[in-house]
């Protein structure tokens, strides 16, 4: 029972739309489903980092340290305001789902520093994962909070992969309506640029 309520709140918190959603939509619309498969993986891995923090107790910094937390909040808005701008201002050809090598390594690499830049994501699993770990079972704590760290990381890419599937379609409906390369990018750009700007704002507050 505790596993079936493990997997339905998973679910019920990787389908609320957040960042890593809006993000991998973004990069879907204005890169092509190929830079939005790379958006999912980089967010997946990034991830991990949070999780081996869960597990090795590390996340409590940013709930004792309350400028570890705004620090890296800044650090991950002006990231995001960074990458949206790029997004906007240079973009890549529309025609075809390719994305060029050199760009192929960016989504990733940005993607995966997006999410390692979220310190919500950190707090996240030190909220959550601790309501599922049995105490007096053999299995020591820290792998308990690790094994549920990973499936909470998977599940929630289940989410990733869906925001992927719907967001490649609308992409060909705006190729197909005659919408230029130029206005699809700058709509993703202004999209992870909004995102940024929000993470500043409640950085600052």
Not at 18 to 29: D, E, H, N, R, V
Not at 51 to 73: N, R, S, W
Not at 149 to 175: E, H, K, Y
Request: proline share 5%; charged share 10%.
């Amino acid at each position: 029972m505790q596993w079936v309520a493990f997997f339905i709140a998973t679910m019920g918190f990787a389908f609320l739309p957040g960042p890593a959603m809006l993000y991998t939509a973004a990069q879907t619309i204005g890169r092509g489903k190929k830079a939005g498969w790379l958006a999912a993986a980089g967010v997946h891995l990034g991830c991990y980092v949070h999780v081996v923090m869960a597990a090795l107790g590390l996340a409590l910094l940013f709930a004792a340290i309350p400028a570890a937390y705004i620090t890296m909040k800044v650090a991950g808005g002006v990231y995001l305001l960074w990458v949206g701008l790029r997004l906007w201002r240079k973009g890549v050809p529309l025609q075809g789902e390719s994305v060029p090598g050199v760009n192929t390594k960016r989504v990733l690499r940005d993607s995966v520093l997006v999410e390692v830049l979220n310190p919500k994501t950190a707090l996240f699993f030190v909220a959550f994962l601790p309501q599922f770990v049995q105490p007096e079972s053999a299995v020591p704590v820290a792998w308990q909070l690790l094994w549920l760290g990973i499936a909470t990381n998977l599940l929630f890419s289940i989410a990733d992969v869906v925001v992927v599937m719907l967001a490649s379609p609308l992409r060909r409906w705006l190729q197909r309506k005659g919408n230029s390369s130029r206005l699809i990018q700058r709509i993703s750009g202004g999209v992870l640029m909004v995102l940024g700007g929000n993470t500043l704002a409640q950085a600052t507050r």
